[in-house]
Structure formats: structure tokens, C-alpha cells
């Protein structure tokens, strides 16, 4: 039933370590999205993937690769994690076209480094 | 570039009282205009939304009307209850593309 999922929920780790995030969206839809929520609740947006192609990276740095093995799934690499990636990370999917541009939301992962 | 402004919060309120949470915009075309709401430890929802001008969003109580004339799309809701603490984010998108979101509205409802 699940519209859009992330594994884990959550993710404690160490400085220096080498991390993924997964999404899986089950709507058909052909546009994912990444976002980062720090603890003022402001949400950036840092990756869109439409079709499997890379559209947006919002001046992310490249530790963080984003990958989509297909239209359903986009996971999230992250290298060498800082203090600073310490966060909440959504994922988000959405259907190009159609006249709807209604983006649905996963639960998101709350990151720690420690 | 297109952005969406909304009041800083927090905002406190008791139970039943009015809830007003302001959203202006700025857009280059005519922009969708959305308000979603985060729950604590949720992903964002789609509150409502509103399409053209003069369009209005309704769902669970809450309202917000589309003005162009003011670039606003401010929601509201006549009686809040406890369960409706929550961030409240507004947003728009331009043509049908990516949205650009607020920054975010924490709501507190007290008993």
C-alpha cells in the first residue's frame, strides 16, 4: 500500500563514513526527488531524476551521488559524511505532465553523524 | 526567480481558536499553489491546493484562496484543534514543474 518508501528510518553513524539511503515509489510516477530538512524545518532541495536522468543538483556537493537503477527507485550515496549532513532526507515522486504537479512525499530518514 | 514567503513562526494557539498562517508569492507566469503539512516525525501531505486565481483549496477545515491581485494564499481554519500541531509549508509550481516551497510554519495547539 505503501506510496513512497525510504530504508532506514533511521541512520546513526560515524564521521568519515560511507552511507546509502533508499527510495521506492509505487505510483507510476516518472519524476524522484531528494530533499534535505534541517532542524529548522527548512526544506532544500538537492536532487530530480526524470526518466532516470539527473535534472537538477541544486549546488550539492559531490559527496552525494544519487542513483536510480530505474524509474521506480532512487537511492542516495553519501561519502565521507561530515557533521553537517546531520538532517532529515525526503524523498518525493511526482508524474510529469498530466496538468499535476503534486509531489508525494516518503516518511524520511533522520541522519546522525556523529 | 519564483519563491513563496510565508510567516515566521512558531505559532501558539489554544484550542478552537482562528488559525491564519500568511503565504505570498512571486512568480514569473501563473503559478499552482499548494499548502502541505508535516506532521511530527512525517513526511509532508498534501493539505490543499489551488490552481488559478480566485480558485479556493479546502480539506479538513482548513481553507486558502487563490488572490493574484495580492499574490497570497493564505490558509486558515476556524476552530484548530490539538491535532492539528504540525508545520505548515506553502508552495507553488509554475507550469506544472518542480515546486518551490516556503520556509515553513510550526503550529502548537494547546489544550
Known amino acids: 500500500d505503501t506510496a513512497v518508501s525510504q530504508t532506514p528510518k533511521y541512520l546513526v553513524t560515524q564521521m568519515g563514513n560511507d552511507k546509502s539511503i533508499k527510495c521506492e515509489q509505487n505510483?507510476?510516477?516518472?519524476?524522484m526527488y531528494w530533499y534535505k530538512q534541517d532542524s529548522k524545518k527548512f526544506l532544500k532541495i538537492m536532487f530530480s531524476y526524470n526518466n532516470k536522468e539527473l535534472i537538477i543538483n541544486e549546488t550539492v556537493p559531490n559527496r552525494f551521488s544519487p542513483k536510480s537503477p530505474d524509474k521506480a527507485h532512487l537511492n542516495l550515496h553519501i561519502n565521507s559524511l561530515e557533521l553537517g549532513d546531520s538532517a532529515v532526507y525526503f524523498c518525493?515522486?511526482?508524474?510529469?505532465?498530466?496538468?499535476?504537479?503534486?509531489?508525494?512525499f516518503g516518511p524520511g530518514t533522520r541522519l546522525t553523524v556523529l | 526567480g519564483d519563491s513563496v514567503t510565508q510567516m515566521e513562526g512558531p505559532v501558539t494557539l489554544s484550542e478552537e481558536a482562528f488559525l491564519t498562517i500568511n503565504c505570498t508569492y512571486t512568480a514569473t507566469g501563473y503559478p499552482s499553489l499548494f499548502w502541505y503539512v508535516q506532521y511530527p516525525g512525517e513526511g509532508l501531505q498534501l493539505l490543499l491546493k489551488a490552481t488559478k486565481a480566485d480558485d479556493k483549496g479546502s480539506n479538513k477545515g482548513f481553507e486558502a484562496t487563490y488572490r493574484k491581485e495580492t499574490t497570497s494564499f493564505h490558509l486558515e481554519k476556524g476552530s484548530v484543534q490539538v491535532s492539528d500541531s504540525a508545520v505548515y509549508f506553502c508552495?507553488?509550481?509554475?507550469?506544472?514543474?518542480?515546486?518551490?516551497f516556503g520556509a515553513g510554519t510550526r503550529l502548537t495547539v494547546k489544550p
Open positions: 518525493a515522486s511526482r508524474v510529469t505532465g498530466g496538468g499535476e504537479a503534486e509531489q508525494f
Open positions: 508552495a507553488l509550481s509554475i507550469n506544472n514543474n518542480d515546486m518551490r
Open positions: 505510483l507510476g510516477h516518472d519524476t
